[in-house]
């Protein structure tokens, strides 16, 4: 191959070279990062979202933070409380990084400081309680510990937003005593409603038994009215038929004879029924008689003639 060729060929691969050579310290940070950067191994200053261009054999990326709200899992603590029982703890912390550089040149393991401090502090705080009031204290612990977290890493650029005790472990002897307390607070529970329950259930019996007799006392008085009614209908309809007959009597004009046959009949009537002493006038009497005459005379005389 000619030497001319070689030459631009050389040119060309040079040119490749620095252009992958520069691109190479072209710098993208992404959202929610942020990138600590030195100078000849002092600090140049921090590098947020964007495109930023980093001088070749100067400088260099030192720490990549993150900037989102991060979550620790503490392991198991043993914590000693006031009245002297020993059981584990573990914790939950929630943090973010408000300052890349104090995390990055604050604390030379910001993790096993933040863990060392959180356990430092929760065994401060239950040294102070007794069992009965860790086990029932759990908000108050987290936020006295997430005050004092917040505040002592605060001079680390991390920010504690939150603390939580994650699980309390008590020994086995106490844990088999707490086993059987909640096991007879749940009988008593379950007893207090069955009680409630039989009791709710007589007291719907009662009312029930209460409405039932209510109600065939309401039939019973609508029956009564119902038959008042029909037996004072039944009368207005009697009194109806005798004013009725009467005003048909006035209308045929009756003899005297006629009244009297009448009367015959009503007394008859009152014959009929339970009196043992009856009166009759004399203007009855006598026609009692003609009737008794007229009877006779209808008689049938073969039935006289047999007699």
């Known amino acids: 191959m000619p030497f001319s060729f070689i030459v631009p060929l050389i040119w060309i691969l040079l040119a490749i070279l620095l252009i992958a050579f520069l691109a190479s310290n072209i710098v993208i940070v992404p959202q929610a990062k942020a990138y600590i950067i030195e100078r000849l191994g002092t600090y140049r200053g921090t590098w947020n979202t964007g495109l930023h261009f980093k001088v070749p054999l100067f400088e260099r990326i030192v720490r990549r933070v993150t900037l989102k709200e991060q979550v620790v899992d503490f392991p198991p603590q043993p914590v000693i409380t006031k009245d002297n029982v020993t059981m584990q703890i573990d914790t939950v912390v929630y943090f973010q990084i408000t300052d890349p550089k104090l995390f990055t040149y604050g604390i030379e393991s910001p993790m096993a400081a933040i863990?060392?401090?959180?356990?430092?502090?929760?065994?401060?705080?239950?040294?102070?309680?007794?069992?009965?009031?860790?086990?029932?204290?759990?908000?108050?612990?987290?936020?006295?510990?997430?005050?004092?977290?917040?505040?002592a890493t605060d001079a680390w650029g991390i920010k504690v937003n939150r603390?939580?005790?994650?699980?309390?472990?008590?020994?086995?002897?106490?844990?088999?005593?707490?086993?059987?307390?909640?096991?007879?607070?749940?009988?008593?529970?379950?007893?207090?409603?069955?009680?409630?329950?039989?009791?709710?259930?007589?007291i719907l019996?009662?009312?029930?038994?209460?409405?039932?007799?209510?109600?065939?006392?309401?039939?019973?008085?609508?029956?009564?009215?119902?038959?008042?009614?029909?037996?004072?209908?039944?009368?207005?309809?009697?009194?109806?038929?005798?004013?009725?007959?009467?005003?048909?009597?006035?209308?045929?004009?009756?003899?005297?004879?006629?009244?009297?046959l009448k009367s015959l009949e009503a007394f008859t009537s009152v014959a009929d029924g339970k009196a043992t002493k009856i009166i009759i006038p004399s203007e009855i009497q006598s026609l009692a008689g003609l009737a008794t005459s007229f009877k006779e005379v209808m008689v049938d005389p073969t039935q006289t003639q047999q007699k």
Request: charged share 30%.
């Open 205 to 260: 019996v009662a009312e029930g038994e209460k409405e039932s007799t209510v109600l065939r006392a309401e039939a019973s008085r609508l029956a009564k009215i119902k038959e008042a009614e029909g037996e004072a209908e039944a009368l207005l309809t009697v009194q109806k038929a005798l004013a009725n007959s009467i005003s048909l009597l006035n209308q045929a004009a009756p003899t005297e004879q006629v009244i009297k």
């Open 115 to 151: 863990e060392n401090l959180t356990a430092t502090t929760l065994r401060n705080i239950i040294g102070d309680l007794e069992l009965d009031q860790t086990l029932t204290s759990r908000d108050i612990i987290n936020t006295k510990m997430r005050a004092i977290l917040d505040e």
């Open 163 to 202: 603390v939580e005790l994650k699980n309390i472990i008590p020994p086995a002897a106490i844990q088999e005593s707490m086993e059987k307390q909640m096991k007879a607070e749940r009988e008593r529970r379950e007893a207090i409603l069955v009680a409630e329950g039989k009791k709710q259930s007589a």
